[in-house]
């Protein structure tokens, strides 16, 4: 149980963050890992293809953690702080509009929740820098001696998203009409239907279409000013 009356919960890319973070990390992994950039962009068109043929997302997310297999928990968890303190330094890392909402939660204490299909070691430095309270994220499978099996245990996406909210406002005995949810993708639909206080980010002409159909709040994605969020 929380002392909170209320719980906010928010995607990450695109929604918190103005990027993609499990393909800008990938960029980056496979740069420190000897890659000139024609690997990422062969792994990136199979991914494109895969989205165009309709290939479900948590399959697509799957497919993603694959490439993987074999590495230590513990670096790739490295990688990703790396990654985002060099993300986090540019100047337009972060959705301006969600960032105020940011300050309104954490003004009202409600419990803030990041729900994202990227991993840990990605989205916990997100996660400190926002004062998050709870990450749900897709968890990679590792072994006992440290290794990415290559293989996750859910996939964050869709309908687990929607679970994932559902079974975190149960656990801390709050009220879904009471809580808040904010997304970008058709895919974040589940989220932001069990809430009873829905916001979209202008990113899917598709949910930004629903958001108008449902009078739900519709937010710009614009970026906020260079290393705004690191002065909260």
Known sequence: MTSARRSAFFDADETVITTKSMFAFLRHWMAQNGDSGSGYDRIMADIRAM???????????RTYYRLFKGVPQRELSAAGREWYAGYRAGPTAFVGA???????HRAAGDLICLV???????????????A?????????VVTEDGLLT?????PMIGAAKSAAV?????????????CYGYGDHLSDLGLLEQV?????????????????????PVLS???APARRAADR
């Open 51 to 61: 989205a165009a043929n309709n290939v479900d997302r948590s399959e697509i997310n």
């Open 98 to 104: 969600t960032l105020d909402a940011l300050d309104e």
């Open 116 to 130: 994202s299909g990227s991993f840990r070691g990605v989205l916990l430095p997100l996660a400190e820098e926002i």
């Open 132 to 140: 998050a309270d709870v990450v749900l994220c897709t968890e990679p």
């Open 150 to 154: 290559g293989e996750v245990h859910q």
């Open 166 to 178: 559902a079974d975190t406002i149960t656990e801390h005995g709050l009220s879904p009409a009471d």
């Open 196 to 216: 009873g206080n829905p916001h979209v980010v202008d990113v899917d002409p598709a949910l930004v279409a629903l958001a108008k159909e449902r009078g739900w």
């Open 221 to 223: 994605s614009a970026p």
